[in-house]
């Protein structure tokens, strides 16, 4: 059995959460190829031959792959599936885009976001927003899956794979990346924080986020939201945590003046240890918590930092 798993990067970094989707795919158990599609990628292709327990790294540098646009890379890899059994991509927002499409030109259906590997063809996966969880089965010749990182540990980086260079350039030409609009910042990437402090609707604007930052910088700690501070304009859309936001599944994360919908449970309710601050003794947050504290945020957050 052979496993194609593509590398997320942004062609001088593997992003981490590729070493956890490998962990899925040494699950599976088989061959497993990494497959890194960008350009002046060298630097992603070289950490992605140390990763852990994989034969070979395919490398497409080219022009038709700078942006990672989902028609170009769909196109690519499954002129590759020939070769492969299982093609696995982390469930983020390259993986999301052209997988997708790689399982309808295939023909087969994608098993999405799976957080466990039962056997080669039997996976595990969330529904309802993490309600329920599913175990599944794919009668598909080849399976598409896209994995959620959060539910696999990472594997090491102590290998040396072989780098195999490929000719193959698709641009389909259909599409154009016009441009990135990124937040900088100095702190830790949401999805890879072991410290996460997100603030809901309870901190009443964007300037009150202050009140996080001291805590985040004390802590280490990567700074999100919930959709409805996003809604509300108070900070930026790529810090939401939840459904449709962002998995995460930190050693502590705090909610202040969060309330605890399923909705931002489904993005966070795996992470190791939880502390929520609300007002409202009946939130649904302290059901999920580890430690609550009922209490107004605009004075405990202050006295927290101090203690800090
Ligand atoms: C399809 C769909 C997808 C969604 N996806 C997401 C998602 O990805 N992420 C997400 O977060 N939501 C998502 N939502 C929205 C979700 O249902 C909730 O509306 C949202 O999470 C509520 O955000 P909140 O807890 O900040 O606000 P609220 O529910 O308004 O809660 C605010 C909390 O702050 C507390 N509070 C107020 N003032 C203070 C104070 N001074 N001190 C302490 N506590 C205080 C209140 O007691 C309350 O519990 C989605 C909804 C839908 C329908």
Same mark, same amino acid.
């Given at each position: 059995m052979a496993i194609l798993v593509y590398v997320e990067h942004d062609n001088s970094e593997l992003k981490a959460d590729t070493l956890k989707t490998v962990a899925a795919a040494q699950a599976i158990g088989g061959d497993i190829d990494l497959l890194v599609a960008g350009e002046n990628c060298q630097a992603v292709a070289d950490a992605a031959a140390?990763?852990?327990?994989?034969r070979k790294v395919l490398v497409a540098d080219n022009a038709a792959y700078t942006n990672q646009l989902a028609e170009n890379v769909s196109a690519l890899v499954v002129e590759l599936?020939?070769?492969?059994?299982h093609i696995l991509a982390t469930a983020l927002s390259v993986g999301k885009n052209f997988m997708p499409r790689v399982a309808a030109l295939l023909d087969v259906a994608q098993v999405s976001d799976?957080?466990?590997?039962?056997s080669a063809d039997t996976f595990v996966r969330p529904i309802y927003a993490g309600n329920a969880i599913a175990t599944v089965q794919s009668l598909d010749a080849k399976k598409v899956i896209t994995v959620r990182a959060t539910a696999f540990d990472a594997v090491a980086t102590d290998g040396s794979a072989e780098v195999v260079a490929l000719s193959n350039a698709t641009d389909a030409g259909i599409s154009a990346h016009v441009s990135d609009e990124l937040t900088e910042s100095e702190r830790p990437d949401l999805g890879a924080a072991s410290v996460v402090i997100s603030g809901g609707r309870g901190m009443q604007n964007g300037d009150n986020f202050k009140l996080l930052e001291g805590i985040a910088d004390k802590l280490g700690a990567a700074i999100g939201a919930s959709r409805a501070a996003v809604d509300a304009g108070f900070? @930026?859309?790529?810090m939401q945590v939840g459904q449709t936001g962002k998995i995460v599944a930190p050693d502590l994360y705090i909610a202040v003046g969060i309330s605890g919908a399923i909705q931002h449970l489904a993005g966070?309710?795996?992470?190791k240890i939880i502390v929520a601050i609300n007002?409202? @003794?009946?939130? @649904?947050i302290f059901q999920v918590a580890d430690y609550g504290l009922v209490a107004d945020l605009f004075d405990t957050l202050p006295e927290l930092e101090s203690k800090l």
């Amino acid at each position: 059995m052979a496993i194609l798993v593509y590398v997320e990067h942004d062609n001088s970094e593997l992003k981490a959460d590729t070493l956890k989707t490998v962990a899925a795919a040494q699950a599976i158990g088989g061959d497993i190829d990494l497959l890194v599609a960008g350009e002046n990628c060298q630097a992603v292709a070289d950490a992605a031959a140390k990763v852990n327990g994989v034969r070979k790294v395919l490398v497409a540098d080219n022009a038709a792959y700078t942006n990672q646009l989902a028609e170009n890379v769909s196109a690519l890899v499954v002129e590759l599936a020939g070769d492969y059994d299982h093609i696995l991509a982390t469930a983020l927002s390259v993986g999301k885009n052209f997988m997708p499409r790689v399982a309808a030109l295939l023909d087969v259906a994608q098993v999405s976001d799976i957080i466990g590997v039962e056997s080669a063809d039997t996976f595990v996966r969330p529904i309802y927003a993490g309600n329920a969880i599913a175990t599944v089965q794919s009668l598909d010749a080849k399976k598409v899956i896209t994995v959620r990182a959060t539910a696999f540990d990472a594997v090491a980086t102590d290998g040396s794979a072989e780098v195999v260079a490929l000719s193959n350039a698709t641009d389909a030409g259909i599409s154009a990346h016009v441009s990135d609009e990124l937040t900088e910042s100095e702190r830790p990437d949401l999805g890879a924080a072991s410290v996460v402090i997100s603030g809901g609707r309870g901190m009443q604007n964007g300037d009150n986020f202050k009140l996080l930052e001291g805590i985040a910088d004390k802590l280490g700690a990567a700074i999100g939201a919930s959709r409805a501070a996003v809604d509300a304009g108070f900070v @930026p859309n790529d810090m939401q945590v939840g459904q449709t936001g962002k998995i995460v599944a930190p050693d502590l994360y705090i909610a202040v003046g969060i309330s605890g919908a399923i909705q931002h449970l489904a993005g966070m309710k795996d992470s190791k240890i939880i502390v929520a601050i609300n007002k409202d @003794p009946e939130a @649904p947050i302290f059901q999920v918590a580890d430690y609550g504290l009922v209490a107004d945020l605009f004075d405990t957050l202050p006295e927290l930092e101090s203690k800090l």
